[in-house]
């Protein structure tokens, strides 16, 4: 990695074809933290898992350059240091190799869409339990409003950190809104089936 971007033409010589995109560049936080007690490695890993973060080998994590990452990143490292680890955060442009870590920053975006989609098939089954039950009440609508919600903000935090538009997000979008569409038609049969002010 160096800390200066290549010509496009360096990047064709290194036989990575398809290189020549302007990349943001990318933030890399190399960390080591002791392994005792468990729960501080566990932390830091939930945070950069949480930043959208992903590790291109044991404690090296990397995260596309932006200002919310900076921040994000330089209070991790903080952390760590505070944790008695070591950490070093390093800006970054990748020399050869660069479709590799897309790839792989597109594939932890593409497994968190996949995710939020088969939480959508639960949602949908769940709604289809009420049809069946014929429970139609204020308070089944509550939750399932409550489930929606959480859907539509998780898939929000994926969309933020999905800075390269992966493989996934048109079905989850997709997704969501037909679990919209049904919960908007499961409120109706409440509304038909409950009386007013109930």
Same mark, same amino acid.
């Given at each position: 990695? &160096? !800390?200066?971007? @290549?010509?496009?033409?360096?990047?064709?010589? $290194? *036989?990575?074809?398809?290189?020549?995109?302007? %990349?943001?560049?990318?933030?890399?936080?190399?960390?080591?933290?002791?392994s005792e007690p468990t729960?501080?490695?566990?932390?830091?890993?939930?945070?950069?898992?949480?930043?959208?973060?992903?590790?291109?080998?044991?404690?090296?994590?990397?995260?596309?350059?932006?200002?919310?990452?900076?921040? &994000? !990143?330089?209070? @991790?490292?903080?952390?760590?240091?505070?944790? $008695? *680890?070591?950490?070093?955060?390093?800006?970054? %442009?990748?020399?050869?190799?660069?479709?590799?870590?897309?790839?792989?920053?597109q594939a932890a975006r593409?497994?968190?869409?996949?995710e939020i989609i088969d939480?959508?098939?639960?949602?949908?089954?769940?709604?289809?339990?009420?049809?069946?039950?014929?429970?139609?009440?204020?308070?089944?609508?509550?939750?399932?409003?409550?489930?929606?919600?959480?859907?539509?903000?998780?898939?929000?935090?994926?969309?933020?950190?999905?800075?390269?538009?992966?493989?996934?997000?048109?079905?989850?979008?997709?997704?969501?809104?037909?679990?919209?569409?049904?919960?908007?038609?499961?409120?109706?049969?409440?509304?038909?089936?409950?009386?007013?002010?109930?």
């Amino acid at each position: 990695m &160096a !800390l200066t971007s @290549l010509e496009p033409e360096l990047d064709q010589e $290194s *036989g990575d074809e398809g290189e020549t995109t302007v %990349s943001p560049g990318w933030y890399v936080l190399i960390y080591r933290i002791p392994s005792e007690p468990t729960r501080l490695r566990a932390t830091a890993w939930r945070r950069l898992k949480a930043l959208g973060a992903v590790y291109l080998q044991n404690s090296v994590a990397a995260l596309p350059a932006s200002p919310t990452a900076e921040r &994000a !990143l330089r209070k @991790l490292q903080h952390d760590i240091v505070g944790m $008695s *680890g070591t950490a070093v955060l390093m800006k970054s %442009s990748v020399l050869v190799g660069e479709s590799n870590v897309l790839a792989i920053f597109q594939a932890a975006r593409t497994d968190e869409y996949e995710e939020i989609i088969d939480r959508c098939t639960g949602f949908l089954a769940e709604l289809q339990k009420e049809y069946d039950k014929q429970h139609f009440s204020y308070a089944e609508l509550e939750e399932n409003e409550v489930d929606h919600t959480k859907l539509v903000s998780w898939f929000a935090k994926v969309k933020a950190r999905d800075e390269f538009v992966a493989p996934g997000r048109a079905e989850a979008e997709a997704a969501l809104q037909e679990c919209e569409t049904a919960l908007e038609e499961y409120a109706a049969r409440v509304y038909a089936e409950e009386p007013e002010g109930h």
